[in-house]
């Protein structure tokens, strides 16, 4: 168990539809990521946030959004969804800012499927 | 952001043997750190070994090993004395300047009891 908690687990949703993925980052942890992986486009980042700010930014569509919040849990917005954006999505903490050497730690991940 | 290549999409291995992992990638920097990372089918993905471009000393943790080559721009992981628990997918993954963690395609590696 990596200590960073993801739900749903799974989600099952339509297209045009929203979604909300949650996660709890490890404790003492203050940086949260969140990744894309799908079999066409592999792992892809997406967003970093630091201590409730954004600190990088990736491949990250508009209709996309995340925040982190006081308590350091993140959520990440998934608008206007298409069938392509049925992936599995991580969500990853580690315990300093952006760094090269972060050891990052992932959730189990939120699988998501659009119909 | 920086290319990371794994050439092998599938690797065997019979129990007990070792296997080796290659990994490319295409960078300008000088100071950024690379890793293997682990997923089983549980879908959890796990930190197998670090290592930072300025090190010349190969890391190894455990049965893993890797074999670093900065010139070549090459990372190899070496799993020695292979376990059914070592069954899973390995992705090679760079750490620059951008800090965006750039993770190679994969390689699924399947030990034969």
């Known amino acids: 168990d990596s200590g960073v908690t993801q739900t749903p687990k799974h989600l099952i949703t339509a297209t045009g539809q929203r979604v909300t993925l949650r996660c709890s980052p490890r404790?003492?942890?203050?940086?949260v990521y969140w990744y894309q992986q799908s079999l066409d486009q592999g792992l892809q980042f997406l967003i970093q946030?630091?201590?409730?700010?954004?600190?990088a930014k990736g491949n990250i569509l508009e209709r996309f959004s995340a925040q982190q919040f006081p308590d350091l849990h993140s959520e990440l917005n998934l608008s206007s969804l298409e069938l392509g954006d049925s992936a599995l999505y991580f969500c990853?903490?580690?315990?300093?800012?952006?760094?090269?050497?972060?050891?990052?730690?992932f959730g189990s991940g939120t699988q998501l499927s659009v119909l | 952001a920086q290319t990371v290549t794994q050439s092998q999409p599938e690797m065997s291995v019979q129990e007990a043997e070792t296997v080796t992992l290659s990994c490319t990638y295409d960078t300008s920097e000088s100071d950024y750190y690379l890793f293997w990372y682990k997923q089983p089918p549980s879908r959890q993905m796990i930190l197998v070994i670090r290592?930072?471009?300025?090190?010349?000393q190969n890391a190894t943790e455990n049965r893993f090993s890797v074999n670093f080559q900065k010139a070549a721009k090459s990372f190899s992981l070496k799993i020695s004395d292979s376990q059914l628990g070592d069954a899973a997918m390995y992705f090679c993954a760079y750490n620059g300047n951008d800090y965006k963690l750039s993770f190679g395609a994969g390689t699924t590696v399947t030990v034969r009891a």
């Open positions: 946030y630091y201590n409730g700010e954004e600190r």
């Open positions: 990853a903490s580690s315990e300093g800012d952006v760094s090269t050497n972060e050891k990052l730690f």
């Open positions: 290592q930072e471009a300025y090190k010349q």
């Open positions: 404790s003492g942890d203050l940086s």
